[in-house]
């Protein structure tokens, strides 16, 4: 692992950029899933989007703590409504495409190589996972299933739901409602996001190629399937266990397993994640740097 992480050397500065590009991949998607005429940029959601990330990585709140920070984050450019709608359709179209790498990797997985019973188990718990989901997620685009309004006539009906909540329920049934729309509203948005959020897979599969073939040794060159392959597990841990902060095991143990399929050695499926979370720790850096200069900034104009 010591051996293979000092190949990676100054590639190490790659590997950090191209994160960069994928965070202003969804930034850019982002900007394109609020809602007009408010007007966010780039330069709104990019620290947003790191910000968010770094907190999401740093507790074991998730998604809980990570997406009110990007919303409170471009508080001063837009309205609460618009941050959390245009995060949520974001969201929307980022769960989708990954629901879609993570099948798609699952069955070239199970297609190509003979996996241990205990990768091909989780493969299988995670293909019949993510086709749910991406049945789930039609509906929801569809406008048909709006979950949250079921909920909260459930919740209107019982006589223990708190006052604060029911004079809430009319803004969150707004909120789904403008979530769920947007496809509708804006026929020409949906094609632009999507390929931004299959450029971030892209460029991630981009990473981890760049790194294993810094990892592997000499003579032995990667191939597009398996980094894609490795990817797509990445993919499936940061969803299964973003409860976990920085997925530190979990993200070691299941890029090993992989690896051991793939190349014949679980070391390097170990050091790739030494890798990717050294790269995650220099973004988190990056984001926890943003909040403090985003509560500097709002301190002297307070004042």
């Known amino acids: 692992m010591a051996d293979g992480f000092g190949r990676v050397g100054f590639v190490f500065v790659a590997i950090v950029v191209l994160a960069g ?3 202003a991949a969804r930034a850019w998607a982002w900007v394109l899933c609020t809602d007009p005429p408010h007007d966010l940029r780039m330069r709104d959601t990019f620290p947003a989007l790191v910000s968010g990330d770094a907190l999401g990585n740093l507790t074991p709140l998730g998604l809980f703590v990570s997406e009110p920070t990007k919303a409170a984050f471009v508080r001063d450019r837009v ?3 618009n ?3 245009g995060i949520a359709v974001e969201n929307l179209f980022y769960t989708v495409t990954v629901a879609a790498m993570i099948a798609c990797g699952t069955v070239a997985l199970l297609a190509v ?3 241990p ?3 091909r188990v989780m493969s299988q718990v995670a293909l019949a996972g993510m086709v749910a989901f991406l049945i789930l997620a039609m509906a929801l685009v569809s406008g048909r299933f709006r979950p949250l309004t079921w909920f909260l006539g459930l919740l209107e009906r019982s006589p223990l739901v708190p006052m604060a909540l029911r004079q809430r329920a009319d803004k969150l049934q707004m909120l789904e409602d403008r979530v769920y729309t947007f496809a509708r509203r804006h026929p020409s948005r949906p094609l632009p996001i999507l390929l931004l959020e299959i450029g971030y897979h892209a460029l991630g599969v981009a990473e981890t190629y760049l790194t294993v ?3 592997l040794p000499a003579g032995t060159a990667p191939t597009l399937l398996g ?3 490795l ?4 993919r499936f841990i940061q969803v299964a266990f973003k409860f976990v902060p920085m997925r530190l095991g979990v993200d070691e143990a299941g890029t090993g397993l992989l690896t051991q399929v793939l190349y014949a050695t679980s070391a390097l499926g170990v050091t790739l994640a030494v890798v990717r979370k050294a790269r995650m720790l220099v973004w988190t850096g990056i984001g926890v740097l943003f909040l403090g200069l985003r509560g500097i900034g709002a301190r002297r104009a307070e004042v």
């Open 21 to 23: 590009l994928r965070f």
């Open 79 to 81: 309205s609460l409504m």
């Open 83 to 85: 941050a959390l709608s």
């Open 227 to 229: 980094a894609f392959l």
């Open 213 to 215: 073939a810094m990892l």
């Open 113 to 115: 190589f003979d996996v």
């Open 231 to 234: 990817e797509s597990i990445n």
């Open 117 to 119: 019973a205990a990768l």
